[in-house]
């Protein structure tokens, strides 16, 4: 029988489960598939409920972890395979090399030394970086990565000799961990549901249509654009923008269920523009606003009430290149208004929705649903997003729940 707890998924629901148990006083790991913590939090500019930049619910996590002896934590590690049974699960899981030293938190001399540059995943392709680089401004650990395609290319022998003696490390190779554990926390969380599968809505096909997540980045100072929402084609601001709300959620032939959180990202973000410009004009295309309990009706509300905000009830059935230069428009039932409408608009902005990583990438010994979600059982214990989609404080409380039902386990089978 293990004491010990495994934590899937280091963002923020599996740093809130990892900490939660370990000040209850039991060992846990945590294994995250990216260079660094934080997951889908860390992208964002702002979020609810404060409106408050991700630092500032993550640091606070990130401190607590790095106090705790009781937390070890790996990252670029991916869980390869679970046997066993609760009080005692054998887990296999793969390290991928860093090719960095812990010290090396500069990249600036070694990515000066090489001019290959790749699209930056974090800023969803929107600018690009250089093989050595620092993940995010806030990356816990704070410690630079170097891609595996510059370790082969060459390139990282020019780093290596730019770089301070021992920061890198060309020799590194995967490493194999086994982990005995008495249960497993499942805090795999969400991606972005892929815009391209939606023809109707034309994402790739005209410059001018972004998803909510890239304009998280944009909007974010440490973004591709220094904190603008600009049109991709003419990097300007624009005077008029269109949300469509549920892009592929409520969806048969996509996400059959609804996102939790679009709406409310599309009011924030609509809230971003009108920061940003006295004159933009919003359009929202919605089937139904979705912003449950007070606080977020009442930012509805709020964000209602502005005169250059403009609710229509309808979901955007087609899309096409406007008369403008760059221009979109969004073709529409108006159900309240009544007829068809088409609005050109400068840019338009796909509120895609959550959809869980279990969609795409199963861990085997672990089970899913169809959709992708994480079907708990003794021992297994999903949260967040892994579970259903749901806001950051949702998660929050979700993870502690799991971190309370992951120590049961434990006591109930060391009894
Ligand atoms: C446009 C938009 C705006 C949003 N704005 C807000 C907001 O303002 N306020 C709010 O409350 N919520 C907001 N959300 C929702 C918020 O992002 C989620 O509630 C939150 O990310 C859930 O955290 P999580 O830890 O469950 O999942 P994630 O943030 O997705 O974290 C999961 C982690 O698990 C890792 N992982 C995945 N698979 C594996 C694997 N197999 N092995 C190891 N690691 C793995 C991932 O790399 C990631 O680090 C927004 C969502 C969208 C789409």
Redesign the pocket.
Request: glycine content about 18%; hydrophobic content about 45%.
């Given at each position: 029988m293990s004491g010990s707890i495994l934590v899937?998924?280091?963002?923020?629901?599996?740093v809130t489960a990892a900490v939660e148990a370990a000040e209850m006083g039991y060992d846990v790991y945590i294994?995250?598939?990216?260079s660094y913590l934080?997951?889908?939090?860390a992208q964002?500019n702002?979020?609810?409920p404060k409106l408050c930049p991700p630092t500032c619910g993550l640091e606070i996590n990130f401190r607590r972890i790095k106090t705790n002896p009781k937390i070890t934590f790996y990252t670029m590690?991916?869980?390869e395979s679970v046997s066993g049974g609760p009080g005692n699960f054998s887990v296999q899981v793969k390290v991928n090399p860093r090719y960095t030293t812990p010290q090396c938190n500069n990249c600036v001399p070694g990515a000066e030394a090489v001019t290959t540059e790749v699209p930056n995943e974090f800023n969803f392709g929107m600018d690009m970086r250089k093989p050595l680089y620092m993940p995010n401004p806030m990356a816990f650990p704070n410690q630079c990565v170097l891609d595996a395609s510059a370790v082969s290319s060459g390139d990282g022998q020019k780093i290596k000799a730019a770089m301070p003696p021992g920061h890198i490390d060309l020799d590194q190779k995967p490493e194999i961990l086994n982990l005995n554990v008495g249960a497993i926390i499942m805090?795999?969380?969400?991606n972005?549901y892929d815009a391209t599968k939606i023809d109707n809505l034309c994402f790739g096909k005209y410059e001018n249509i972004v998803t909510?997540?890239m304009v998280?980045r944009m909007a974010s100072p440490s973004g591709p654009t220094g904190g603008k929402i600009v049109r991709p084609s003419d990097k300007e601001e624009p005077k008029t923008v269109g949300f469509v709300q549920c892009a592929g959620s409520r969806d048969e032939n996509h996400l059959r269920y609804c996102s939790y959180?679009?709406c409310?990202?599309t009011l924030?973000q609509t809230l971003y523009l009108r920061e940003q410009s006295e004159d933009v004009e919003v359009y929202i295309f919605y089937i139904d606003i979705r912003s449950p309990g007070e606080r977020y009706e009442k930012f509805y509300k709020k964000v209602k009430e502005d005169p250059k905000v403009h609710l229509i009830k309808g979901k955007v059935a087609e899309v096409r290149g406007g008369s403008s230069p760059g221009g979109v428009v969004l073709v529409a039932e108006d159900i309240i208004g009544g007829g068809k409408i088409e609005k050109e608009v400068d840019l338009a902005v796909l509120a895609t929705g959550?959809q869980p990583?279990g969609a795409t990438?199963q861990?085997p010994g672990i089970e899913y649903n169809s959709d992708g979600f994480v079907v708990p059982k003794e021992g297994i214990i999903p949260c967040?997003?892994?579970k259903r989609p749901?806001?950051?404080?949702s998660?929050a409380q979700s993870a502690t729940a799991a971190a309370l039902k992951a120590v049961q386990t434990l006591v109930r089978r060391a009894g």
């Open positions: 899937v998924g280091g963002g923020f629901s599996g294994v995250e598939k990216e934080g997951g889908r939090v964002l702002k979020y609810f590690a991916e869980v805090a795999t969380g969400w972005p909510n997540m998280e959180i679009c409310m990202a924030k959550m990583t990438i861990i967040g997003c892994a749901i806001d950051v404080v998660s």
